[in-house]
């Protein structure tokens, strides 16, 4: 059958869309808006479909994230700067 595939596929789609409604009707909204609802929606217990409501909510950054860029260069024998990219 043609066609069959998409089906399936929005099947899925849908299948989390009411999963995610029907844990925000029965959870309320204290899933949001808190470092505790974030870690829950983020577990892999979770059904569902996973956003942030940003700029309220934001995620916990990875303490090895670096927050300043900077620029690797070496000195040539002339002084002159090599920049490693």
Not at 5 to 29: A, C, M, N, Q, S
């Amino acid at each position: 059958m043609k066609g069959s595939g998409i089906i399936k596929g929005l099947g899925v789609t849908f299948k989390h869309f009411f999963d995610t409604y029907w844990v925000d009707l029965r959870e309320g909204k204290k899933r949001y808006n808190t470092k505790a609802g974030i870690a829950e929606r983020t577990s892999a217990e979770v059904s569902g479909f996973f956003t942030v409501q940003y700029p309220e909510e934001k995620m916990p950054v990875p303490e090895e994230f670096r927050f300043l860029p900077f620029l690797v260069y070496e000195h040539t024998e002339t002084g002159d700067k090599k920049y490693r990219c």
